[in-house]
């Protein structure tokens, strides 16, 4: 079953424009992960944020987390034509923690306009 | 250095036949994972080896589903008897584990199985 569920599910934005995707997720977390998607380079991590952190940034990426909400936000800035991709959020399959899997939402496909 | 590598790229089976699909994960890593992805479904969990610890096999769909892991590096994934349903991309990933702190994986291309 999926855990996180990303909203919106398709994004069609200009380029140089800012992206804002969102997830939701059911059950207590340690930490949360976004990944990124395309044809060209498959599934890419981007970034992680543990459970007592509320916001890190990554170049051009920002993350938000809001345990109280069991939300998290991903927004990309200046966006690029090869920003153009499917993203995750992804968490651990269990709330203890630790390298055992993780659950994914079904994505936010980001289509970026010349 | 060499990320994770899957073989083969695509594999197309006639429903009923076994098929084998291989990991080679990044050198160093001990935890792997295979995980499948289609229209239907999204991303789903299917295994995960860490060491020589018995895997974790909670995620796989049926018996028909197995997966076995060589000297703690090179897995393989067999299904047995195929089904149309398990028509999907196979995605392998591996991560070196760093406890409870958070890890991120890193995956590799894919074997995308078509069943006929």
């Known amino acids: 079953s999926q855990q996180g569920e990303e909203d919106p599910q398709a994004l069609s934005i200009q380029e140089g424009e800012n992206a804002t995707m969102n997830c939701s997720y059911k059950?207590?977390?340690?930490?949360l992960q976004w990944y990124r998607q395309n044809s060209g380079r498959g599934l890419v991590h981007l970034i992680l944020?543990?459970?007592?952190?509320r916001e890190k940034h990554s170049g051009r990426l920002r993350v938000t987390l809001d345990t109280s909400k069991k939300s998290s936000s991903l927004l990309i800035t200046a966006s690029r034509a090869a920003d153009t991709a499917s993203y995750f959020c992804?968490?651990?399959?269990?709330?203890?923690?630790?390298?055992?899997?993780?659950?994914f939402g079904k994505g936010t496909h980001l289509i970026i306009q010349p | 250095g060499a990320g994770v590598s899957q073989s083969p790229s695509n594999k197309v089976t006639e429903k009923g036949k076994d098929v084998e699909l291989r990991c080679d994960p990044i050198s160093g890593h001990t935890a792997l994972y295979w995980y499948r992805q289609s229209l239907g479904q999204g991303l789903e969990f299917l295994i995960y080896?860490?060491?020589?610890?018995?895997?974790?096999k909670s995620g796989l769909p049926s018996d028909r589903f197995s997966a076995e892991r060589t000297g703690g590096s090179v897995s393989t994934l067999t299904i047995q008897r195929t089904q149309q349903e398990d028509s999907a991309v196979y995605l392998c990933?591996?991560?070196?584990?760093?406890?409870?702190?958070?890890?991120?994986?890193?995956f590799g291309p894919g074997t995308r199985l078509t069943v006929t």
């Open positions: 944020i543990r459970s007592n952190e």
């Open positions: 059950t207590s977390i340690n930490n």
């Open positions: 990933a591996s991560s070196t584990r760093v406890g409870q702190g958070g890890y991120e994986q890193y």
């Open positions: 992804a968490t651990d399959r269990y709330s203890g923690g630790g390298a055992d899997g993780l659950t």
């Open positions: 080896f860490q060491g020589n610890s018995a895997p974790d």
